[in-house]
């Protein structure tokens, strides 16, 4: 709240950035008593509706905005804003009629029916061009110098946001996407409402890696046409890459409702169901798609794999490429289930294929060179560094390429390798930027919010009657949790879950609960509790026995877990911090998931917190976490899985020891490790590459991460 002696910029400034920030009870909370103070400016009342448009309060918005316009009738942004709330809500054409009555601009008038049409207006001006120049301009745009050239006379004449449209398009086309991105601004400054321009400014901004810019011209574009179900889908899938899966699902589930049979809809709605931990409705979705569906076969192998049907997901790939064999989307993807499921040579003829189909593509390159070890003049390797000079590469190619390299060449060129890794890395971090609050505020969260509530409803008496028992294993990406699992799932009563990733969906709820201050009760505990019992078999089509769950950042909820599953076991692994930093630093994870890995500094802050995690959860639960570390299951594999089956509740089994001969379906960066026997040389491994990581190895010391 603020008081109306509070300067009115400053106020304007909190409420617009709050509303950029989507908190509009804040804007809202900010605005009320602004517009009471000062019931004359305009800009407080244009914000305030745009506040209450977004909170659904549509008879307050429409108030705010008939207030605003009486106070600004010939404001182009007050009636382009209206035109866009009244098109949510079907009235598109009454403010089109208010705006003609209002003795507006035609071009002004025009721009209004478009917005109140919810399709958003599309880029008008045209400056000193002629019909003719428009004609020519979208007709050369294989021809990118034709366009700068005939472009850039008129626009010294005067400016014009077509004009300055084909021109960015033109120089997108011909790999100048710095020329392109500063089209499209320019462009933007003189029609900010131009839903194409908008557009195309996003997939520019995607193209070059800003993700975070992408998202944010694809959520304006998306406001700017509401209606319009091509915006919506940009913005619905620039949001999954950025990780935003709620985000992308309450954006597919309001284009179902108006678009229950659009493939492209249907396809967003599968691929945010994927990624938001509901994989039946992710199969659902997939198998609603047209048969007519370009990409609708490689959409369904790729959710029935999420699913767990390996088998129904081979099955498709394989009619996919009967049909098509250099497909290049569908040899990846079987590949890629290939290399998990330990068919390596399978695995790499699959892998060449896709990369002389689509070389750009980058995906086939990086799991090739993870996969298999290449020669030092492999075809592969030339192909990939070929690709690399191309101008029109993606951001995301030349980054899994570069992975690649980094991968393929540190056998025969340390330094180029080093080099490809910190490009590749760069590029992840311009994309995915790391901030260290957000996974320290997740710990804050779990320990000081949750926790604490959990505990005093305990001492209350409330319990979780749910009898499963699954193994968690946790700890830092590449520590030594994918060979825990393996031995874990070597013992013929235990089946490997993998990182199942269904935690959080099972637990929404309570802690939504506790979040809002409410105590929990057995009731809840148990239905939290029954719920990812249910997502992990279903995951995992395990009907009996015991399963794993190796997802990564359950040492972050490790109370959580026993509170809802009191009967679970849960592992730690633990590895000398230089070594496992050292893999992280030199491993490509999904985009996205793992940010801190992207630098060495956040990799040991990540380490750090990994740390003052499994150290708080050893005090508050003693007894409930049994760790192992790696290096002492390299010189007594015996010994530590003794005592990792005992602590687990399973009896003693000879096949735990022989556990590479067992290995099933593994989906992780480990999938070649854990098929093969124990082996020393990952210990001590960060020696021979000091220089490289020079500065974790100084961040781990500043910590006091480093061992005695």
């Avoid at 709605?269 to 198998?287: G, I, K, S, T, Y």
């Avoid at 709820?509 to 148990?526: E, M």
């Avoid at 997502?535 to 399963?547: C, K, L, Q, S």
């Avoid at 509170?563 to 911090?577: E, F, G, M």
Wanted: glycine share 8%; hydrophobic share 50%.
């Amino acid at each position: 709240m603020t008081d109306g002696s509070a300067d009115p910029a400053q106020v304007l400034a909190r409420a617009r950035a709050a509303l950029d920030a989507e908190r509009a009870s804040d804007a809202r909370d900010l605005l009320a008593p602004l517009v009471e103070a000062h019931p004359r400016a305009a800009e407080a009342w244009l914000q305030l509706a745009r506040a209450q448009a977004q909170l659904g309060q549509p008879d307050a918005a429409r108030a705010a905005f008939a207030q605003c316009l009486t106070l600004a009738p010939k404001e182009p942004v007050v009636w382009m804003e209206a035109a866009l709330f009244e098109a949510t809500q079907g009235r598109g054409g009454r403010i089109t009629a208010q705006a003609r009555k209002a003795g507006l601009p035609q071009a002004l008038v025009a721009m209004v029916q478009a917005a109140g049409g919810g399709q958003g207006a599309r880029a008008m001006g045209t400056s000193s061009a002629t019909k003719a120049d428009i004609a020519a301009l979208s007709k050369s745009t294989a021809d990118p110098r034709a366009v700068e050239a005939r472009a850039i006379p008129l626009l010294k004449a005067r400016p014009g946001a077509v004009v300055w449209y084909h021109l960015g398009q033109a120089r997108q086309a011909a790999g100048r996407l710095p020329q392109a991105l500063e089209a499209f601004r320019q462009g933007l400054k003189l029609e900010p409402y131009a839903v194409d321009l908008r557009l195309a400014l996003a997939r520019a901004l995607l193209s070059s890696g800003d993700l975070a810019g992408a998202l944010m011209e694809a959520r304006r574009a998306a406001q700017v046409a509401p209606l319009s179900v091509s915006a919506q889908l940009i913005y619905g899938r620039i949001a999954l890459q950025a990780g935003l899966a709620p985000r992308a699902v309450s954006i597919a589930e309001a284009l179902l409702a108006r678009h229950p049979k659009d493939d492209a809809v249907l396809a967003l709605a599968a691929e945010a169901a994927v990624q938001f931990d509901r994989p039946d409705d992710a199969v659902r979705f997939a198998r609603q798609r047209s048969a007519k569906a370009r990409d609708r076969l490689s959409l369904l192998a790729r959710v029935l794999r999420n699913a767990g049907d390996t088998a129904g997901a081979a099955e498709v790939l394989d009619r996919i490429l009967d049909a098509t064999p250099d497909d290049a989307v569908a040899l990846t993807a079987r590949g890629q289930q290939r290399q998990s499921l330990g068919d390596t040579a399978g695995a790499e003829a699959d892998l060449r294929a896709a990369l002389i189909a689509d070389p750009a593509d980058g995906v086939a390159a990086r799991a090739l060179a993870y996969g298999t070890r290449l020669a030092a003049d492999d075809p592969a390797i030339t192909l990939m560094r070929r690709t690399l000079d191309r101008r029109d590469l993606p951001a995301t190619g030349r980054r899994m390429l570069d992975y690649a390299l980094a991968r393929a060449l540190a056998p025969h060129d340390a330094p180029a390798a080093a080099a490809h890794l910190a490009q590749a890395n760069a590029s992840m971090l311009r994309s995915y930027p790391y901030d260290p609050r957000q996974l320290g505020a997740v710990l804050e969260r779990a320990t000081q919010v949750t926790w604490p509530a959990l505990r005093q409803a305990r001492q209350g008496g409330a319990a979780s009657q749910v009898d499963v028992a699954p193994i968690f294993v946790t700890g830092l990406p590449r520590s030594g949790t994918t060979l825990v699992e393996t031995i874990l799932a070597a013992h013929p009563d235990v089946t490997a879950g993998g990182e199942l990733g269904v935690l959080q969906g099972s637990v929404a709820d309570l802690t939504a609960q506790i979040a809002a201050g409410t105590a929990p009760t057995g009731a809840d505990l148990t239905a939290a509790g029954e719920a990812y019992a249910a997502a992990a078999r279903r995951a995992v089509g395990a009907e009996v026995g015991r399963i794993t769950d190796k997802s990564i950042f359950t040492f972050f909820d490790i109370g959580l877990v026993q509170a809802i599953l009191p009967k679970a076991r849960i592992v730690v692994v633990t590895r000398d911090p230089r070594d496992v930093g050292l893999s992280i630093w030199r491993n490509a994870f999904r985009d996205g998931t793992h940010r801190y890995a992207a630098t060495q500094t956040g990799i040991a802050e990540q380490i750090g917190l990994f740390r003052d995690a499994v150290a708080f959860w050893e005090s508050a639960l003693p007894g409930v976490v049994h760790r192992i570390a790696y290096e002492d299951l390299l010189d007594d594999l015996e010994g530590q899985s003794r005592a990792l089956l005992s602590f687990a509740g399973l009896e003693w089994d000879d096949r735990v020891l022989s556990f590479h001969e067992h290995a099933g379906d593994v989906k992780t960066l480990s999938f070649a490790q854990v098929r093969q026997p124990l082996y020393r040389s990952s210990k001590d491994g960060w020696r021979k590459s000091a220089d490289e990581i020079a500065p974790l190895i100084a961040a781990l010391d500043e910590k006091g991460l480093l061992p005695e």
